[in-house]
């Protein structure tokens, strides 16, 4: 395996890595965001507040894009096993 290749994998690998996480990821920034204006406003400082909402809505993403991020999970794990086959047969 050459140099350009494990190279051109690991690239493979963030990119997969940031298309699985991202959904979930900007939903929670979003929340957060929300509820942060939202106890600024009313000036209610409960921390249960800021946490509860973020992980129920981060499971409702989680689920809703299941089949997005799984299949590209799939995918991503066949191109590797792809890659190593290729690779031992050289």
Known sequence: MTTES????MQQLFLTSLLVSLPVLAVSLIVGLVVSIF???TSIQDQTLS??????????AIV???GFTLQLAVE???RMVHAAAEGGHR
């Open 6 to 9: 494990v190279i051109a994998l």
């Open 76 to 78: 991503f794990f066949q």
């Open 64 to 66: 809703f894009t299941l």
């Open 39 to 41: 106890q600024t406003v």
């Open 51 to 60: 946490y509860v909402p973020r992980i129920v809505i981060a499971g409702l």
